[in-house]
């Protein structure tokens, strides 16, 4: 069962940056969107950014201007470059990538999650 690998959360001052990678732990073929959602204590999971095969990007409103996502497609990884993060960022972090099946639905992967922490 291919997992997605999550890294690069952690603990920032307001102001700082980090940079957050997913990877999957095997291989995935024909990956269409790829994105980043967050989950606050106490609040539903919501959407940060997402990134189409042909590197079409969205934002989350609160995040524009500040997150760039990005992707590799040569190692099937996307990346979340936060910058000038604010306490209101705190969250646990989760990458999704959707898989195109030739039949039926396409699939859904969920990373496992990466704690980003803003200390004011």
């Known amino acids: 069962q291919v997992q997605l690998v999550e890294s690069g959360g952690g603990l920032v001052q307001t102001g700082g940056s980090l940079r957050l990678s997913c990877a999957p732990s095997g291989r995935i073929s024909s990956i269409n969107n790829m994105g980043w959602y967050r989950q606050a204590p106490g609040k539903q999971r919501e959407l940060v950014a997402t990134i189409t095969s042909g590197s079409s990007t969205n934002y989350a409103d609160s995040v524009k201007g500040r997150f760039t996502i990005s992707r590799d497609n040569a190692k099937n990884t996307v990346y979340l470059q936060m910058n000038s993060l604010k306490p209101e960022d705190t969250a646990v972090y989760y990458c999704?990538?959707?898989?195109?099946?030739?039949?039926?639905?396409?699939?859904?992967?969920w990373g496992q999650g990466t704690q980003v922490t803003v200390s004011s």
């Open positions: 999704k990538v959707i898989q195109t099946m030739a039949y039926g639905p396409n699939k859904e992967y």
